[in-house]
């Protein structure tokens, strides 16, 4: 007997159709002798309609408030899929991301788990339940409810998994697996049969929407054996794991980021320590910064340029502006009109010549490049964002070449 935790995602149960689909396969995996712990997302848009009832009643509610209205999404999904799973005559059993043993900290809509108590959902498999709980959400030490974030029924399904030594972690979307891009943008993009968590971690940070960064993080950590799949056909997904059995493709993916601005510090002093102070003090308010890039000094001045989430546009400018006369820079400049375009793979550790081959494609499309980073395994470019489509499309089909078939 084996330990399956399955997720499902808001479009996997955005109708009773398709709450009947997720039913049958959370009780056939049953049926074939495995315990089974099932994390659900908000059916469809829940969780946009609850945002736009807040700013019906207040634009600038409390992260308390909203936490506790958006947790009511994720309760509706696993009390209808439970009913569902009733209805087919199996014993099943609903609970609360708290019910469930999930403690958090106290970052409302940002929530880290501390720690799953694990005995609530023990006695439940040991009476043999189907065990469905609701993602993304925990409850602090004062009994306040929680809410983990962006992607956080993915977060919420590999913690079930390594909390309790799951034999497998399947998250079930719309799509079949992960692709080397989005095959809405790409049409020829393909399907990947396994992919590292090094390269998934990558592709997840940069924009690919299949699996959420957090969760490839802990599924690393806790080596989760985890798989992506369809909730809508039955066929085999891809599977994400520490080193793949094949031998290493150039790049498994090209993935676009359009939650991004740049900010850009214009006429800083060029001297020891103003790069801490700008990112020190950007870091205490908890804001995220991506790519940086930093000019030559030129007659005593330069000029840093950053990249943040447009969530945090505003106040990472006024972040920036309380520094004025601490750093006495001229000017802060920012955009949100750019994309970030990215090309990951283990294989570029040992293949020279991959960003001439990526700036190459760029160049063929008349796609100006703004900002570049790279590590072992990615590189990113910054580009305007009208640009970003034909991005992707043109880099792909630039290594597609290099793509089994």
Same mark, same amino acid.
């Given at each position: 007997?084996?330990?399956?935790? =399955?997720?499902?995602?808001?479009?996997?149960?955005?109708?009773?159709?398709?709450? %009947?689909?997720?039913? &049958?396969?959370?009780?056939?995996?049953?049926?074939?002798?495995?315990?089974?712990?099932?994390?659900?997302?908000?059916? #469809?848009?829940?969780?946009?309609?609850?945002?736009? @009832?807040? +700013?019906?009643?207040?634009?600038?509610?409390?992260?308390?408030?909203?936490?506790?209205?958006?947790?009511?999404?994720?309760?509706?999904?696993?009390?209808?899929?439970?009913?569902?799973?009733?209805?087919?005559?199996?014993?099943?059993?609903?609970?609360?991301?708290? =019910?469930?043993?999930?403690?958090?900290?106290?970052?409302?809509?940002?929530?880290?788990?501390?720690?799953?108590?694990?005995?609530?959902?023990?006695?439940?498999?040991? @009476?043999?339940?189907?065990?469905?709980?609701?993602?993304?959400? #925990?409850?602090?030490?004062?009994?306040?409810?929680?809410?983990?974030?962006?992607?956080?029924?993915?977060?919420?399904?590999?913690?079930?998994?390594?909390? %309790?030594?799951?034999?497998?972690?399947?998250?079930?979307?719309?799509?079949?697996?992960?692709?080397?891009?989005?095959?809405?943008?790409?049409?020829?993009? =393909?399907?990947?049969?396994?992919?590292?968590?090094?390269?998934?971690?990558?592709?997840?940070?940069?924009?690919?929407?299949?699996?959420?960064?957090?969760?490839?993080?802990?599924?690393?950590?806790?080596?989760?054996?985890?798989?992506?799949?369809?909730?809508?056909?039955?066929?085999? #997904?891809? @599977?994400?794991?520490?080193?793949?059995?094949?031998?290493?493709?150039?790049?498994?993916?090209? +993935?676009?980021?359009?939650?991004?601005?740049?900010?850009?510090?214009?006429?800083?002093?060029?001297?020891?320590?103003?790069?801490?102070?700008?990112?020190?003090?950007?870091?205490?308010?908890?804001?995220?910064?991506?790519?940086?890039?930093?000019?030559? #000094?030129?007659?005593?001045?330069?000029?840093?340029?950053?990249?943040?989430?447009?969530?945090?546009?505003?106040?990472?400018? @006024?972040?920036? &502006?309380?520094?004025?006369?601490?750093?006495?820079?001229?000017?802060?400049?920012?955009?949100?009109?750019?994309?970030?375009?990215?090309?990951?793979?283990?294989?570029? =550790?040992? &293949?020279?010549?991959?960003?001439?081959?990526?700036?190459?494609?760029?160049?063929?499309?008349?796609?100006?490049?703004?900002?570049?980073?790279?590590?072992?395994?990615?590189?990113?470019?910054?580009?305007?964002?009208?640009?970003?489509?034909?991005?992707?499309?043109?880099?792909?089909?630039?290594?597609? +070449?290099?793509?089994?078939?």
């Amino acid at each position: 007997m084996s330990l399956i935790v =399955q997720k499902f995602g808001g479009s996997s149960v955005a109708n009773a159709q398709r709450v %009947f689909n997720v039913a &049958n396969i959370i009780t056939d995996t049953y049926d074939k002798g495995n315990d089974v712990i099932v994390v659900v997302s908000a059916q #469809g848009d829940t969780t946009d309609d609850l945002i736009a @009832k807040a +700013a019906e009643i207040n634009p600038n509610p409390s992260k308390r408030e909203m936490d506790m209205l958006l947790s009511t999404g994720e309760q509706i999904s696993i009390a209808l899929l439970a009913m569902a799973i009733e209805k087919l005559g199996y014993p099943v059993i609903s609970l609360t991301g708290s =019910q469930a043993g999930f403690v958090t900290d106290s970052n409302y809509s940002k929530a880290r788990i501390r720690r799953i108590e694990k005995e609530r959902i023990e006695n439940e498999i040991n @009476k043999h339940n189907i065990i469905i709980v609701a993602g993304f959400q #925990g409850m602090n030490r004062y009994d306040n409810i929680t809410t983990l974030g962006r992607g956080g029924s993915d977060t919420s399904a590999v913690a079930l998994a390594a909390a %309790f030594h799951a034999d497998l972690c399947q998250i079930f979307t719309d799509v079949d697996g992960v692709y080397t891009a989005d095959p809405r943008i790409v049409p020829n993009a =393909q399907k990947l049969d396994e992919i590292t968590y090094d390269e998934m971690l990558e592709l997840a940070s940069l924009g690919a929407n299949v699996l959420h960064n957090r969760s490839v993080e802990m599924a690393k950590k806790y080596n989760v054996n985890l798989e992506v799949v369809s909730s809508l056909e039955r066929k085999p #997904g891809t @599977k994400v794991k520490e080193v793949t059995d094949v031998e290493k493709m150039l790049i498994k993916g090209v +993935a676009r980021d359009n939650d991004v601005a740049r900010i850009s510090v214009v006429g800083v002093p060029d001297s020891p320590g103003v790069a801490f102070r700008l990112f020190s003090t950007l870091a205490s308010k908890k804001i995220d910064v991506d790519i940086i890039l930093q000019s030559i #000094g030129r007659t005593g001045s330069k000029d840093i340029s950053f990249t943040v989430s447009k969530g945090n546009l505003e106040e990472a400018v @006024k972040v920036v &502006n309380s520094l004025k006369d601490v750093l006495h820079f001229q000017s802060v400049e920012c955009s949100e009109d750019i994309s970030k375009v990215s090309v990951v793979g283990a294989g570029m =550790q040992s &293949n020279p010549g991959v960003a001439a081959k990526m700036f190459e494609a760029l160049m063929d499309a008349n796609i100006n490049i703004q900002m570049i980073s790279t590590s072992e395994i990615k590189i990113s470019v910054l580009i305007d964002s009208k640009d970003s489509t034909r991005a992707v499309a043109a880099i792909h089909d630039a290594f597609l +070449a290099d793509l089994p078939r």
